[in-house]
């Protein structure tokens, strides 16, 4: 058994990752349940489904415009364009499906405005990173807020988003899959980590 | 966005953003470390699942059969490291990934108590001795780990469990994606992943030829996972 105090430098971060593995996956919905009675209700249903796939909706429009925008400036060079390319496939695919799904209970696209983060391949991977783990815990951490039919149809797109995670990191040399299971965020988290990009202007 | 100021306002602190973005930067003995001790921490969620028979028969059903596909990953990739075959990013994330499939085995059989079923005996006919071999192997099941998880998800009934499918789901997504990428294909394939039935999962993994027999005494001739 490894312990704990082998690396100070990532012990906090490391706690605090294993206290939501730990106590996030079981207590998120509860969270959303108690905190935030706009957004879910304590059971599953049709008008709760489309809160849900509005919040993934609006994570991507982000994704599928920061892709976009990354393509047409077209300073990536090598995997990293390519992951570009492919990925942004995918987010638009996301998008158009969730946009079918919801119909005229679909947000409103956002304002956005990306900066750097589609010109300098840097910021362009720090940037790529945040929003696909963030994807991943977004759809994760609403789970059991959904009907079983939002729920399948959520997951398929949920390991996809996985998979560009993974395909990022491993790119960079980041460890692809950090944990035994990934930490799911509130919606609350997630909109603080989609305006932690600055990359909403609305 | 109204709406979202409300939200904003019941973040803790931020807490999560730093966790994830220190995860960003890892050695390979962090990996591992992370692997097993999330692993614990897995055990941890699981446990406050009532075990040993309070849980549906539907559950434990899902729970049973996720418990065999795990035994199949984590005999697969603790047998290709003790062969020592492999070299390179493809050891590292075998050991990595071994560790994490050997800690959702304990998680599931921790939930399981007395209703587990036993470890199966494996015959993986030396494809862990061969780095191309054991990479599309690893693909495979990866693969097809990533389906099962998804069409059992909408049928799980209770949602403590159903949170710990999903965060599991996902990872095996993750390493799904890392070792497509080690045997040189796209790691994600398509916009969305198709979910594969229980009928579909059991006739691919019989295709195999791997499981050998459901015995069970097999178990006490594995090495017990110790963390």
Redesign the interface.
């Known amino acids: 058994?490894?312990h704990?105090s082998?690396?100070s430098r990532?012990s906090r971060?490391?706690l605090?990752?294993?206290a939501?593995?730990?106590?996030g996956?079981?207590t998120?919905?509860a969270v959303v349940v108690a905190?935030?009675p706009?957004?879910a209700s304590s059971a599953p249903s049709p008008a709760q489904d489309v809160r849900v796939l509005n919040l993934a909706l609006l994570l991507e429009y982000v994704e599928a415009a920061f892709y976009a925008e990354a393509r047409a400036k077209g300073n990536l060079r090598g995997e990293l364009r390519t992951f570009a390319e492919?990925?942004g496939?995918?987010?638009q695919?996301?998008l158009a499906?969730l946009k079918k799904t919801l119909g005229g209970k679909a947000r409103a696209k956002?304002r956005m405005a990306f900066g750097k983060a589609t010109t300098d391949p840097d910021a362009f991977v720090a940037a790529a990173?945040?929003l696909e783990?963030?994807g991943?815990?977004a759809?994760?951490g609403q789970?059991?807020n959904l009907t079983?039919?939002a729920?399948?149809a959520a997951?398929?797109?949920?390991?996809?988003?996985?998979?560009?995670?993974?395909?990022i990191?491993?790119i960079v040399g980041?460890?692809?899959?950090?944990?035994?299971?990934?930490?799911?965020?509130?919606?609350?988290?997630v909109?603080?980590?989609v305006?932690?990009t600055g990359f909403l202007r609305? | 966005m109204e709406i979202d100021l409300t939200l904003d306002e019941l973040d803790p602190a931020g807490a999560i953003c730093e966790a994830h973005e220190n995860v960003h930067r890892d050695s390979r003995a962090t990996f591992l470390r992370k692997a097993t001790v999330g692993g614990a921490a897995l055990v941890g969620a699981l446990s406050v699942v009532p075990a040993g028979g309070s849980q549906s028969a539907n559950d434990v059903d899902i729970l049973n059969y996720a418990l065999t596909l795990e035994y199949l990953q984590a005999s697969f990739y603790t047998e290709a490291k003790r062969v020592r075959a492999l070299r390179g990013k493809a050891r590292e994330a075998a050991e990595v990934v071994g560790a994490v499939e050997r800690a959702h085995v304990q998680a599931l059989r921790s939930a399981l108590g007395s209703a587990a079923v036993a470890r199966p005996t494996f015959n993986f006919a030396g494809v862990t001795k061969d780095q191309r071999q054991f990479l599309k192997t690893a693909v495979a099941f990866e693969d097809l780990a990533v389906g099962a998880y998804k069409a059992q998800a909408p049928r799980i009934r209770s949602k403590p469990i159903l949170a710990v499918a999903v965060s599991i789901h996902s990872v095996e997504a993750r390493h799904a994606a890392w070792m497509r990428r080690l045997f040189g294909i796209v790691p994600a394939a398509s916009a969305f992943d198709d979910p594969v039935s229980k009928p579909e999962a059991t006739r691919i993994v019989a295709s195999t030829g791997f499981i050998t027999s459901s015995g069970k005494t097999e178990r006490e001739a594995e090495p017990r996972f110790t963390g």
């Open positions: 058994m490894h704990l082998q690396d990532h971060s490391e605090l990752q294993r939501v593995v730990a106590g996956a079981l998120a919905g905190g935030l706009k957004l492919v990925v496939g995918h987010e695919q996301h499906f956002p990173l945040a783990d963030t991943v815990a759809y994760n789970a059991t079983a039919g729920l399948a997951a398929r797109i949920v390991s996809v988003e996985a998979r560009h995670a993974a395909w990191r491993s980041k460890s692809p899959a950090a944990d035994a299971t990934d930490s799911p965020m509130t919606a609350a988290q909109l603080k980590a305006r932690k609305s």
